[in-house]
């Protein structure tokens, strides 16, 4: 599930029915686990391309010193055409596209995360949100 999956899902659980309060009330539960298995499923996809994204690194940092035709042909890596400097090393391995899609899935997790919390927030409010509305509701009718 991406942000904008995040965002719409939102939109459809986020505004009160001011008809049925207690019934909001009694679901805030519900909106809170499902928001909440979200949030740890964004964590784990953070960390999950982290571990990834370190791991590769370390074995095309470990090719780009000692390049070997085996090596190229189990990953599907190709051999450099000229020796690799190993002040070089760092450049080519920031530039690297295998290495930069890994990084931008972990951005996308923190960007997911950082969603998720801010709905969170929202969720923990939300009985005062529904205790306002009664409050109102009950100022307005003169109780």
Partial sequence: MNSEDIINEWNNDAPINEIGLGDQSRDIPKLHAKYYKMLIDARKEIAKAKFLYKRMRSEKNEFLINPTQEV??????????RTILKSD??????GDSELLKIDLKAQEA??????LQDIMKMI?????????ALDDRNFLHGD
């Fill in 72 to 81: 190229a042909d189990q990953f599907g890596w190709e051999m450099p055409d």
């Fill in 89 to 94: 090393i760092k450049d080519i391995l920031d």
């Fill in 110 to 115: 923190e960007i997911k995360v950082d969603l």
């Fill in 124 to 132: 923990h409010s939300r009985n005062w949100l529904i205790k306002n």
